[in-house]
């Protein structure tokens, strides 16, 4: 993660009270924070090279070619931009990922239908680079417009479904234009001294973003990536212009425009890490299930018990938790995400009802417990790190009065008593890793 460079943050943004939001983006975001849980598919022709998404095409971003994918950066350049002829994902079944996903407790999954390295994933009208296109063999296949196939299979699912789109396309003409030599991430141009090519550039984003908006159905959320559009190199987009005409035909969209703030960073995204600081505005960190976003070989994955402890901080300290997965170049799941999915699904079947539609806790850590709420229950998470025979629980500690209560183990069902204000698990009530309980608080009448 420390050699990353393509991490922005900005912390000031974090911190920024709510503007007024439309009443259904109101509603949205509660119901984005009863969901909890997502998955986001980072998938292109990177996942073909086996590298870290498409950073290697930009020539500043060092970082990204510790270990070239070819030694010579012009040859690099021209092996990728063809490797639209060779991306031929046979085996994809959104149904199947849509499938696993479910039952892997995810509530709402997210779709790179463009990272910055322009390559479409949809059927777009507006480039010629794309899933779609003649030129890339998968073109025959009836299920060609792959982010269209994703959406309803997922949609079907009864999952919330969202678009990720990078501001930047490194493919485009009015981005990176014919025969410039641009260095880095930015345009390849200052658009006060080209305003006419910009403005080209702008109608362009309007336009694929009102395909997505306006061709798959139901849309919950637009996750705009490539931050430095709207904060840098006179690079701006009229957002004032775009959102307001998405949401006449998805009033309920929640808008993330990374790093940007302001009314269309609807909420914040800290990138792999559980922030220390909590944000004012609702928040999702997100985290990949290995080291990369997209797909590499050989790639390190997380343990389960890494996956599960994001998980419950998070939820503990009021965020959502987006878990990355990277398709594998054939269209199917690598084996190593399937199998942390199973578990994750496993453990959430029975202590999901202390996760999915909770709120942070007025205590939301104390020792190696966490907490959240929901309406009149408190739920606690205990990560089975000492040995003591006997774990004692203060509910003076916890703030909660020690009248009318009902307390059990979330999965053994198993009721404990109060003793001196104190709730007492013994060894036989600790499960596996993390131990959960349910406090009822008894309300009169």
Known sequence: MKIRQDIEENLQTQQEAYSTLPEKVKEQLEKFQDDKLGVIFHWGLYAVAGIVESWQLSEEDTWARKQPWRENFEQLRQDYWQLNE??????FCPEKWAAQCKTAGFKYMLFTTKHHDGFNMYDTQYSDYKITANSCPFHGN???DI???????FQQEGMATGIYYSKADWASPLYWTPKSRPKGRYASYDPLEQPKTWHGYQKFVFNQLEELCTRYGKMDILWLDAGWVNTANHEYLDMDGIIPKL????????VVDRTVGGVYENYVTPERKVPDELPNKVWESNIPLAKNWGYVPNDTYKSFEEILTLLIQITAKGG?????????????LPSQAL?????LGSWLAIYGEGIYGTRSYSVPQTNNWYFTKKEEKIYGFHFNVTMDPILALSLKELEIP????????IKTNHMYSIQDGMIHLTEKDRQEFVTGIEIQIETEG
């Open 247 to 254: 949401r006449e035909s998805q009033p309920q969209l929640i």
């Open 339 to 343: 199998e942390l999915m199973e578990q």
């Open 320 to 332: 959502n938790l987006l878990l990355g997965i990277g398709p594998k170049p054939d269209g199917t």
């Open 147 to 153: 982010f269209g196939e994703a959406a309803k299979a």
């Open 402 to 409: 020690t009248g009318s209560l009902s307390i059990k183990n």
């Open 86 to 91: 060779v991306f031929d994902p046979q085996k």
């Open 142 to 144: 009836s299920r060609r």
